[in-house]
């Protein structure tokens, strides 16, 4: 009877580990959106493994909001002249904060680390068994600032965009940076991927807002 109850706590704590190991995987398909183009092709973005790492703010200043920001924008294009299209594909974010001081609220985004991958591209119903292949970064880094003004109220800001061609691609960032100073109570902050053809058509997936409280 020791032999057999030892087997089965054996048993039962390798299917919580199980468990443990598949709930605190954050990759996958998070969102995405298609749209037929004024050319017929139907235009797809998708955003993926997209993680948003709230930390204490390093300034120790209650107005502060600082994050970490890693995910990956995927587009695929179908139809008759996919080979041919051109556009650019963007990066950013919605951030809702729903009041300030009496100053303007400062938005800071610097990107360490940006890459392109002209080749991978997974629907929802097929299995990626061949991770992407990325270049080496596209930058050494990105930064903006800008000015949200006076809360409350929405702002949307890209926070980067870069030119693409082909049928499909893909742009990844790695732990990119982002500070925002001057917000008095909790600051939302909503990813979002678009894709914009040369013509001008345009596709733009959203993601779950990211509380940074």
């Known amino acids: 009877m020791k032999t057999i109850t030892r087997v089965l706590i054996a048993m039962v704590a390798a299917v919580a580990a199980m468990f443990v190991s598949t709930g ?9 959106l298609s749209l037929v183009d004024g050319q017929g092709r139907t235009l797809t973005i998708q955003q993926w493994d997209t993680f948003l790492n709230g ?8 107005l502060t909001r600082e994050w970490f920001h890693s995910g990956k924008a995927m ?10 299209f051109e556009g650019t594909l963007e ?21 360490p680390n940006i890459a392109f991958d002209g080749v991978d591209f ?15 970064p596209l930058f ?20 980067f965009t870069v030119d693409v061609a082909g049928p499909s691609g893909a742009v990844a960032v ?4 982002g500070t925002v100073t001057g917000a008095a109570g909790g600051v939302l902050l909503r990813p979002y991927a678009r894709l914009i053809s040369s013509s001008g058509d345009s596709v733009t997936t959203y ?5 940074m409280n």
């Open 24 to 32: 605190t995987s954050h990759a996958g398909l998070d969102n995405e």
């Open 55 to 62: 930390v204490f703010p390093l300034d120790r200043n209650r």
């Open 75 to 84: 587009y695929n294009v179908a139809g008759e002249g996919a080979d041919d």
């Open 91 to 111: 990066l950013g974010y919605q951030i809702g904060f729903p009041w300030s001081l009496g100053v303007g609220i400062n938005f800071s985004y610097t990107t």
């Open 122 to 136: 997974v629907t929802p119903t097929s299995v990626d068994l061949i991770p992407a292949i990325s270049t080496p």
């Open 140 to 159: 050494p880094g990105v930064s903006i600032s800008a000015d949200l003004g006076n809360g409350p109220g929405i702002q949307e800001v890209a926070t």
């Open 174 to 177: 790695s732990n990119a940076h």
């Open 207 to 211: 993601g779950e807002p990211w509380n």
